[in-house]
C-alpha cells in the first residue's frame, strides 16, 4: 500500500514562492491546510521529515497539477489517499485535514494507520 498526499498547489517555482509569501503573510488564509501541518514557510517541519524516514509507509508527495497527471482529478484538495493493487482510496479529505491541529495529530494519525497495516 502507497499513501498519496495532495498538497492544493501547483509544482511551479512562481507558485512555490507565492505560497511562501501567502503562508508568511496570511497564514490563516492559505488554501493548503495539508503544507500547514508538514511545512513551515520555508521547509519541512522536523517532526514530519522524521517520521516519514523512520516509518514503514511507503509515501508519494504530489502537488495537485502531478496527481492530475497520474490520476483522475477530484473535486477538493488537499486530501490523503491509499494506492493498492490500483485502486486509489480516499483516506483523508480536505474537510478532515482542517481538523488536525499540527503535524503532531498527522503523525499520530499515520502511526494508527501502520498499526493496523501491521495487524492485517
Known amino acids: 500500500m502507497k499513501i498519496i ?6 509544482s511551479n517555482f512562481k507558485s512555490a514562492m507565492f505560497d511562501m509569501a501567502h ?15 508538514t511545512h513551515g514557510a520555508f521547509k519541512e ?16 508527495f504530489l502537488h495537485k497539477d502531478e496527481y492530475e497527471l497520474k490520476y483522475e482529478p ?3 484538495y488537499p486530501f490523503i489517499a491509499s494506492l493498492s493493487e490500483g485502486l486509489l482510496t480516499l483516506l483523508v479529505d480536505s474537510d478532515k485535514l482542517k481538523k488536525f491541529q499540527s503535524e503532531l495529530d498527522l503523525i499520530d494519525y499515520f502511526e494508527k494507520l501502520e498499526i493496523d497495516n501491521a495487524r492485517a
Do not use: G, H, M
Not at 498526499?5 to 501547483?10: D, G, I, M, R
Not at 503562508?23 to 501541518?37: F, G
Not at 517541519?45 to 508519494?60: P, Y
Open 5 to 10: 498526499l495532495v498538497y492544493n498547489a501547483e
Open 23 to 37: 503562508k508568511i503573510l496570511s497564514p490563516q488564509t492559505y488554501a493548503c491546510d495539508l503544507c500547514k501541518l
Open 45 to 60: 517541519k522536523a517532526n514530519w521529515t522524521r517520521f516519514v524516514e523512520k516509518s514503514f509507509l511507503e509515501f508519494e
Open 74 to 76: 477530484i473535486s477538493a
